[in-house]
């Protein structure tokens, strides 16, 4: 079975015999694998009025266990935003009564952010439809298929991962 990628280097390999295309092959599917990933997690965060981008807040709020907290450091370390931007995000999703800011009882001038009700609500029905979209997405493998994909990738991303929170 042939995709766009095998035409895309077909092409290169006729136009430019003389490079070698093989990180093609892997990483041209990447991306476009990427792009679907994006387009299944815009449909899963819009069928619950979610921005991606409160969807990255509300998660990590809920990733954090009960009672859903974490101070806004500790979000600007888990959605890699700037602190204006994250106030922005904090503000605009108290708004929509999604988290609520407490006063943190260990710094008297901190503040923490807490996952609401209707936060937790909106933030279990989003993840529950990725994971629909993104099964739907593997379905073509099986689950050891599955799992050495995982850890394939899991060689190729975890230098940069461990790169970038060493800095």
């Excluded at 290169?12 to 070698?20: I, M, S």
């Excluded at 041209?28 to 069928?47: G, I, K, N, Q």
């Excluded at 493998?141 to 394939?152: C, E, I």
Aim: charged letters at 30%; aromatic letters at 4%.
């Amino acid at each position: 079975m042939k995709d766009e990628v095998d035409r895309l280097i077909e092409a290169w390999q006729r136009e430019r015999p003389d490079l070698d295309v093989e990180p093609l092959e892997v990483l041209s599917r990447v991306t476009r694998l990427a792009r679907h990933l994006d387009r299944a997690r815009r449909l899963a965060f819009s069928a619950r009025d979610l921005e991606p981008w409160e969807f990255d807040v509300l998660s990590a709020l809920r990733r954090a266990g009960a009672p859903y907290q974490l101070s806004p450091g500790q979000l600007l370390t888990q959605t890699l935003v700037t602190s204006g931007t994250m106030t922005n995000r904090i503000d605009r999703l108290a708004a929509k009564d999604l988290v609520q800011r407490l006063p943190d009882p260990g710094d008297r001038r901190g503040v923490l952010v807490r996952l609401t009700d209707r936060g937790r609500d909106r933030v279990d029905a989003a993840m529950a439809e990725l994971l629909e979209h993104e099964r739907d997405i593997l379905a073509g493998l099986d689950s050891g298929q599955r799992a050495a994909l995982a850890g394939l990738l899991r060689s190729v991303v975890a230098p940069f991962d461990n790169h970038a929170s060493s800095h």
